[in-house]
């Protein structure tokens, strides 16, 4: 292990302008101080240290640093991140839960250290896969326990950790245990060298999200609801013309769309106007009925209550570049979700739900239309309900699972 801490300590001095650089160019720079392990010093000695990259896990971690806080009251919590968005976002959610939020430190020994004795952690959690072999030993040599949870290997960076086996066998002797989010992640955590009593399935936190019971009255009763969430511009005109195709076939269908963007809004009245299709505004109340097709939502913050009257879902921002948005805010109401190929934001949640055949991903407005047709005609739909409540009880309690394993240890 000295070995590997010189070696980086001496690659790190020589890449670091070059990466000061990179940082300024793209403004992404921030937390200089901090990731040399120049943080506060928390003077405590009950510190819980939870670690998010960046906006994704910070996302992820939410529901879980608030179970923290009331389970270990008696503990301060520390919130950290790699990037500056990832910074952002935690300050932006978690700043009544944390106790202090700051950046990790740069995987350097001098740094580590430093900041390991400022923030002084009784128990470390790495959410996904951050694999640090300075921090890791730098928690063994301070006798701090050290999870990764949530952990996940995509199948591209699997491929090359494989040949580094060794070297992962010895960076995983610094870790307590490894909590993966699916039994696949686990059993490739075992294959590049962590061992086996020490690496368990967890679930996947991203799962635990809740219900919000509310009362939605838009004249549904006797309709079926294609719901578009989350819509940007190039989809618009996609979903408009997808609802018109499919309502030909089915005649009952209507049409609850919520763009992205409330500027979006009169983009889409025009496209109905257009198309000579019937419209109203949730703003103005307006309902579904025999004559009104389609309810443009242009309110803020109720898309995830709409979920529960929709019949199935189209999950936005999956058709440019956006790389989508969340789908379990339909999955957990059990309504079979589409979705677009560009899905790089939940690409591990979408993994895990085309799997289990609760959500289909699709690559054209044509495949996007057969799809819908497919469900909307068939017992394909009552399977893709089934998988949805399947896919969650099965993730569910990720969460809770974790507190279980820090109680151990606290």
């Known amino acids: 292990m000295r070995f590997w801490e010189i070696l980086s300590t001496v690659f790190f001095y020589i890449t670091l302008p070059f990466y000061y650089l990179e940082r300024v160019i793209h403004k992404k720079s921030g937390g200089w101080k901090e990731k040399f392990g120049f943080c506060e010093n928390m003077e405590s000695d009950k510190v819980i240290m939870l670690h998010g990259c960046s906006v994704g896990e910070i996302v992820a971690v939410e529901d879980m640093a608030k179970k923290i806080k009331a389970n270990f009251p008696e503990y301060k919590l520390v ?7 990832g910074q952002n976002i935690a300050k932006t959610k ?8 700051t950046f990790f430190p740069f995987d350097i020994p001098s740094c580590v250290n430093r900041f390991l004795n400022r923030i002084n952690p009784s128990l470390v959690l790495i959410a996904e896969t951050e694999i640090w072999p300075c921090f890791a030993f730098g928690c063994k040599k301070n006798n701090i326990p050290l999870f990764i949870i949530n ?9 090359s950790y494989r040949f580094a086996k060794p070297f992962f066998k010895m960076v995983f002797r610094n870790y307590t245990s490894i909590f993966t989010q699916s039994k696949e992640d686990k059993e490739k955590f075992i294959s590049i060298g962590n061992e086996s009593e020490k690496t368990e399935f967890m679930g996947n936190l991203k799962f635990g999200i809740t219900k919000n019971d509310t009362e939605v009255n838009l004249g549904q009763e006797g309709f079926r609801i294609l719901l578009a969430g989350s ?37 889409i009245e025009v496209l109905c106007k257009n198309e000579n299709l019937k419209f109203g ?13 389609v309810i443009i939502l242009d309110t803020l913050g109720e898309l995830k209550n709409m979920y529960a009257v929709s019949h199935l879902a189209f999950i936005g921002g999956s058709f440019n570049n ?6 379990l805010e339909a999955i957990i109401w059990e309504k079979p979700v589409f979705s677009g190929p560009q899905i790089f934001n939940f690409k591990d949640i979408y993994s895990i739900l085309t799997n289990a055949g609760a959500a289909k991903v699709v690559k054209t407005k044509e ?21 949805c409540a399947n896919v969650f009880n099965e993730q569910r309690g990720a969460a809770d699972f974790v507190i279980s394993k820090m109680k151990e240890v606290l």
Not at 79 to 85: A, F, M, N, P, Q
Not at 94 to 101: F, M, N, P
Not at 367 to 387: A, H, T
Request: charge should be negative.
């Open 79 to 85: 919130i950290t991140t790699s990037t500056l968005t």
């Open 94 to 101: 978690l700043s009544t839960v944390a106790d202090y939020i």
């Open 151 to 159: 952990g996940r290997i995509s199948d591209l960076s699997y491929k």
């Open 231 to 267: 819509t940007h511009k190039i989809e618009n005109p996609i979903l408009i013309d997808t609802y018109i195709r499919l309502k030909k076939d089915f005649p009952d269908l209507k049409l609850l769309i919520a763009p992205r963007h409330l500027e979006r809004v009169s983009e």
């Open 281 to 293: 505004n949730r703003s103005k109340d307006d309902k579904f009925s025999n004559d009104t097709d």
């Open 322 to 327: 956006t790389g989508g948005h969340n789908p």
């Open 367 to 387: 495949e996007l239309i057969e799809g819908m047709k497919e469900v909307l005609s068939s017992n394909k739909y009552n399977e893709m309900q089934n998988s």
